[in-house]
C-alpha cells in the first residue's frame, strides 16, 4: 500500500474546523473553499434538481459532525466528499432514474455547464447514452468508487477514507464496476486506462 497522499489538502483545514467548535462562523471558511467542487460533484451524480438538497445537507452534517472529524483518517474535502456519498445513496432512485434516462435520450444540450474545467470532466450529464445505461445497472457501492475516482479524481486512499472502507476493497469494487462496464460496452475501456 502507499503513503496517504490527501490530494487537495488545504493546509489549516483540520484547524480550522477544531476552531468551530468554539467559533462555528469559522465553518464559513470550510463551505467557501468546498461548496463548488461538492456542488458539482453532487450535480454531476444526481442532477441539478437533486444538488442543492444534497450540498445544503452535506454542510449542515460537516458542521454538526464536526466535533468528530478526525484529521488523522481523511482531509477536510475527503471527509465532505465521503458525507456527500453516503447522502447521494439516499437519492439511489433518482441517480439510476437520470442515469437510465441519460441512455435512452443522451445528454441535455441546454445543461448549464460549469467553469470550461468542468466541461471536460466525465459527468453523469455528458456520459454517452451507452455508458449512461451501463453505470445505472452497477450496484450502487460500487458505482460509489468508480463515480469518486471519475467525478472527483480520489485516489483509492482517499475513496477508503472517504467511504469508511478498506484500501483493497476500493481495488476490488473499481475492478468490478470496470469490467461490468467493458462487458456491457462491449470489452471497450470506458475508463480510458486500467491505472486507478
Known amino acids: 500500500m502507499t503513503t496517504v497522499s490527501w490530494a487537495g489538502h488545504r493546509a489549516g483545514d483540520a484547524e480550522v474546523v477544531r476552531r468551530s467548535l468554539a467559533e462555528s462562523e469559522r465553518f464559513s471558511v470550510i463551505f467557501d473553499a468546498y461548496f463548488a467542487e461538492i456542488h458539482r460533484y453532487v450535480t454531476q451524480r444526481l442532477g441539478p434538481d437533486s444538488a442543492e438538497d444534497v450540498v445544503a445537507e452535506?454542510?449542515?452534517?460537516?458542521?454538526?459532525?464536526?466535533?468528530?472529524?478526525?484529521?488523522?483518517?481523511?482531509?477536510?474535502?475527503?471527509?465532505?466528499?465521503?458525507?456527500?456519498?453516503?447522502?447521494?445513496?439516499?437519492?439511489?432512485?433518482?441517480?439510476?432514474?437520470?442515469?437510465?434516462?441519460?441512455?435512452?435520450?443522451?445528454?441535455?444540450?441546454?445543461?448549464?455547464?460549469?467553469?470550461?474545467?468542468?466541461?471536460?470532466?466525465?459527468s453523469a450529464e455528458s456520459l454517452r447514452p451507452d455508458i449512461a445505461t451501463a453505470v445505472a445497472e452497477l450496484h450502487q457501492r460500487d458505482r460509489d468508487v468508480l463515480l469518486l475516482v471519475a467525478l472527483a479524481?480520489?485516489?483509492?486512499?482517499?475513496?477508503?477514507?472517504?467511504?469508511?472502507?478498506?484500501?483493497?476493497?476500493?481495488?476490488?469494487?473499481?475492478?468490478?464496476?470496470?469490467?461490468?462496464?467493458?462487458?456491457?460496452?462491449?470489452?471497450?475501456?470506458?475508463?480510458?486506462?486500467?491505472?486507478?
Open 58 to 122: 452535506t454542510f449542515l452534517t460537516a458542521f454538526r459532525k464536526r466535533a468528530r472529524y478526525d484529521p488523522s483518517r481523511a482531509s477536510v474535502r475527503v471527509w465532505l466528499y465521503g458525507i456527500a456519498s453516503n447522502l447521494i445513496r439516499r437519492h439511489h432512485r433518482t441517480e439510476v432514474r437520470t442515469l437510465r434516462a441519460l441512455g435512452r435520450h443522451g445528454p441535455d444540450p441546454d445543461f448549464p455547464g460549469h467553469e470550461d474545467e468542468v466541461s471536460a470532466q466525465v
Open 153 to 196: 479524481d480520489l485516489s483509492h486512499e482517499e475513496i477508503a477514507a472517504a467511504l469508511g472502507i478498506p484500501y483493497g476493497t476500493v481495488g476490488s469494487r473499481l475492478n468490478r464496476a470496470r469490467r461490468k462496464l467493458r462487458a456491457a460496452l462491449g470489452d471497450s475501456n470506458p475508463m480510458g486506462s486500467d491505472h486507478g
